[in-house]
Structures are given as structure tokens and as C-alpha cells.
């Protein structure tokens, strides 16, 4: 057992390809269609979802996941 173990200190990673925010009101429509040619469905992350999954992986419903990496990128499964 590790001292991670030992503190009770889980760690887990989310995984995300483009979330749309305001920094795309700085970004020509060109660098946008090629964000999104990069991602399989062409669709952009939404700030919710990842608030959501955050919310849920630091809440006392996820007592059980230790290590893992929850991908949030819109089905975008190599990197």
C-alpha cells in the first residue's frame, strides 16, 4: 500500500478535446472548421458536461473509482 492509499487521495484525470467558450470569439472560422475536423463527431465538448462529470467524480457517488481517466472528448478515442 502506497502513501496515496494510506491519505485516502484518489487520482483521476478527465480526458477533453475542444470545449467551446468564449476564447472563440477571438478564433477565425477557418481554425474553428479545423478544430473540428479533428474531432470524429464534429462536435465541441460543452462546458456542462464537463462540469458535470467533474462534479460527479468529486462527489461521494464516485467512493469507488480510483486511477481512472473518464474521457470527455466526444468519442474521440485515439490521441
Not at 477571438?26 to 479545423?34: A, F, K
Not at 458536461?49 to 478515442?77: H, Y
Amino acid at each position: 500500500m502506497n502513501k496515496i492509499d494510506l491519505e485516502n487521495i484518489s487520482t483521476i484525470e478527465t480526458e477533453g478535446a475542444v470545449a467551446k467558450t468564449r476564447i472563440f470569439d477571438q478564433l477565425n472560422q477557418e481554425y474553428i472548421n479545423y478544430m473540428l475536423s479533428k474531432i470524429p463527431r464534429n462536435l465541441f465538448t460543452k462546458v456542462e458536461k464537463l462540469a458535470s462529470m467533474v462534479s460527479w467524480i468529486v462527489s461521494d457517488e464516485n467512493s469507488f473509482t480510483i486511477g481512472a481517466v473518464f474521457d470527455l472528448s466526444e468519442e474521440r478515442a485515439t490521441y
